[in-house]
């Protein structure tokens, strides 16, 4: 049974009732003990302790903002922001739902789910209810409910894609370089909707570092709105510069090519072949047959590649 401690003025009768794990308590007002009561709710715990206010027009409740997008794009590795706008939400509470599995989120500002990456917070100017996504994950793209504590319930569905971009060393993935060559390695990233933060070049483990200008550059290039370039460029090449080159994002997978630098032993006479590379010719073709010859002209011998300004020429010689 619940106890109640009355409070008397000259003027008001105040009766509480505290009920923890029930609704609000009520607090019940008479003027001079005559007049019909006025009930008041009262929120414990922190709750707003206002009485719920009445909505007239075409909506008497909470309803969502129709210009509220219903998709949201964002980038592998980044921030998602999934907004959900409602109007004339009173005193009802916002849940954020993941429906591949149902989990639920977030309730108002408390978050139900042991992924730090998700949090709920409200933009009271525009009375939004935004769920933040951080460090994006391939995992994370399918449909979230949004949904308010009417009865029955309302909901507003919002589609989290995730573009993943791809990253890739242009040509083929063994070179072939004569000794002394220039040679020009490039990295392309497309489906980038975020400029990378940084493109680092690696040559056996060992980060690259332009520091010698003379013997080695490195440029980063934005190209359209979702493709970047980076151009390693080392311009004599010796036998020390061959090995594996790593072209590496941030958040992103790494591409690799192998580089072999020859020596002056080889032949020297090169014609230009597909994919920046040739095949070396023999000076005894004749001697050699054509099994030899044949044999001999798998060998590639890549050139540098000229400077592009668009996407399709970076794939053309």
């Not at 029930?22 to 008479?30: E, N, Q, V």
């Not at 108002?108 to 100017?125: G, H, K, P, S």
């Not at 072939?176 to 220039?182: A, L, Q, Y």
Request: glycine residues 4%.
């Amino acid at each position: 049974m619940h106890s109640f401690t009355p409070t008397i003025s000259s003027r008001f009768l105040i009766i509480s009732s505290y009920f923890t794990a029930l609704p609000p308590a009520l607090i019940l007002i008479f003027s001079n003990f005559t007049s019909s009561p006025t009930i008041y709710p009262v929120f414990l715990r922190g709750e707003a302790s206002h009485p719920v206010k009445r909505f007239t027009g075409l909506y008497t409740g909470p309803y969502f903002d129709p210009t509220t997008t219903a998709n949201i794009t964002t980038q592998l590795g980044t921030h998602a922001y999934l907004p959900c706008r409602v109007k004339q939400l009173g005193n009802k509470s916002v849940s954020w739902i993941r429906r591949r599995d149902a989990h639920i989120l977030t309730v108002d500002r408390y978050t139900f789910i042991a992924d730090e990456r998700f949090q709920a917070f409200l933009v009271e100017a525009t009375d939004t209810w935004t769920l933040q996504v951080k460090y994006v994950q391939a995992r994370d793209a399918g449909q979230y409910e949004c949904q308010v504590s009417t009865e029955p319930k309302m909901s507003h569905f919002i589609v989290l894609n995730v573009v993943v971009p791809k990253i890739e060393i242009l040509g083929e993935s063994d070179i072939f370089v004569k000794s002394d060559s220039k040679v020009t390695l490039k990295c392309v990233i497309t489906q980038s909707l975020e400029e990378p933060a940084y493109i680092f070049w690696y040559h056996d483990g060992e980060r690259v570092l332009n520091y010698d200008r003379n013997a080695i550059d490195i440029r980063m290039e934005r190209i359209g709105s979702d493709t970047t370039v980076s151009t390693l460029t080392v311009y004599h090449s010796v036998p020390q510069d061959s090995g594996n080159y790593t072209c590496s994002s941030s958040n992103l997978e790494s591409s690799s090519v192998l580089l072999h630098v020859l020596n002056g032993e080889h032949p020297a006479a090169i014609q230009r072949g597909k994919n920046s590379g040739s095949h070396i010719t023999c000076w005894s073709q004749l001697h050699m047959g054509l099994f030899g010859f044949a044999a001999c002209t798998t060998i590639r011998l890549a050139l540098a590649i000229a400077p592009v300004t668009t996407t399709s020429q970076l794939l053309s010689v």
